[in-house]
């Protein structure tokens, strides 16, 4: 019962924020999930976890249980058997607990572009991006009845690193931190700390390194 309430009271404050300000459209789609015939799964969490919702307008509300759908690019919030997929124009940052820390996700990192990123990290001259990725994959497949199509969810994960040129797909390999950051130091900082890119927090340690090359005359 007082989930139901607060869904509710969520939507409710949803609508009485878009009829102040027409522009951004805090309407909430609430519907029901359907497993459909797409095997696999779209979100990002294994297990929805709880988090903080943000508005555009800087108000903030504790969440039940949320996740990231990675192919309809939304955050959704699950309620008694029920998904609320969050307006990505009224809502620009969202923090999900991970253990005892917080991971944080925004959108309009670059003007008005609405899809969200995990920021790893924030900089002075670069930021270091995370995002995951969902694509229905077909193919084609026999069995007693003939030839058939089968779907299922390709999930992946991209980093990017955002600059003052915008969004670039990283490459995790010590050559690219060396080019990218315009330093040769930066590939030595790596080797001689034995770091690991595949791993987030070697490859955030290495950027924020690298971050204090990049606009540097003299590397």
């Given at each position: 019962m007082i989930k139901t309430i607060w869904c509710v009271i969520f939507l409710l404050v949803g609508t009485l924020g878009y009829s102040q300000d027409q522009f951004y459209d805090t309407t909430n789609q609430s519907f029901s999930r359907?497993?459909?015939?797409?095997?696999?799964?779209?979100?990002?969490?294994?297990?929805w976890k709880k988090g903080y919702v943000f508005t555009i307008k800087g108000d903030s509300m504790l969440t039940a249980m949320i996740n990231y759908n990675g192919y309809s690019k939304l955050f959704e919030i699950k309620e008694e058997g029920n998904y609320i997929a969050l307006n990505e124009k009224y809502h620009n940052k969202i923090k999900?607990?991970?253990?005892?820390?917080?991971?944080?996700?925004?959108?309009?990192?670059?003007?008005?572009?609405?899809?969200?990123?995990?920021?790893?990290?924030?900089?002075?001259?670069?930021?270091?991006?995370?995002?995951?990725e969902v694509k229905i994959k077909e193919r084609g497949e026999s069995n007693y009845a003939g030839s058939v199509k089968s779907k299922k969810y390709k999930n992946s994960t991209v980093y990017y690193l955002l600059d003052e040129e915008g969004y670039k797909e990283l490459n995790r390999?010590?050559?690219?931190?060396?080019?990218?950051?315009?330093?040769?130091?930066?590939?030595k900082f790596i080797k001689d700390n034995k770091l690991k890119l595949k791993k987030d927090m070697d490859l955030i340690k290495a950027v924020e390194y690298g971050d204090t090359f990049r606009n540097a005359e003299d590397n």
């Open positions: 359907k497993t459909g015939d797409v095997k696999g799964t779209p979100y990002e969490f294994e297990n999900i607990r991970n253990g005892y820390a917080y991971e944080t996700y925004k959108n309009r990192l670059v003007g008005s572009d609405l899809e969200y990123y995990q920021v790893l990290y924030e900089g002075e001259n670069v930021s270091l991006l995370k995002r995951h390999k010590d050559k690219f931190f060396e080019k990218y950051f315009r330093s040769k130091k930066v590939k």
